[in-house]
């Protein structure tokens, strides 16, 4: 948990870190357009609605989870810090939390409207599907 602590990710916003995948996957072209940005606020707005409605109560803010996912919009992770994330989420976040952020970093690859998706994008996919298919 020091790898997500270090990413901003502490106390119950731990529960938002799987978005790290899908602001990486924004990241994967070397630059987050607007129509990506959009389609992380919609991930984040799920994530932080299914959360709170988990716990049966507003622990989670909609205002939070943007200020994080603006957080990760402003630099991109260097690949050490990518791989120590995805390790620290495949540990902690089994097969349920594996399969919904292979869905949206899809969708994030998906959203710029482009037939073919950047060689960084399909590498980026490739990593968080093997993560996938050995989470616990």
């Known amino acids: ?31 987050i357009q607007a129509n990506e940005r959009a389609m992380l606020y919609a991930y984040g707005d799920d994530l932080t609605q299914r959360l709170n409605d ?33 390790f620290a989420l495949k540990t902690w976040g089994g097969r349920e939390m594996a399969a919904r952020m292979i869905s949206w970093a899809e969708a994030i690859a998906a959203v710029d409207g482009s037939p073919v998706w950047h060689e960084r994008e399909r590498a980026w996919l490739a990593a968080l599907q093997r993560t996938a298919s050995t989470a616990t």
């Open 1 to 31: 948990m020091r790898v997500l602590a270090a990413l901003g990710f502490t106390g119950p916003d731990v529960y938002l870190a799987e978005l790290i995948t899908a602001v990486e996957m924004a990241w994967a072209d070397g630059e």
């Open 54 to 86: 988990e716990v049966g109560t507003p622990v989670f803010s909609r205002a939070r989870t943007r200020e994080l996912i603006d957080l990760l919009c402003r630099r991109r992770l260097t690949s050490a810090e990518r791989r120590a994330a995805l």
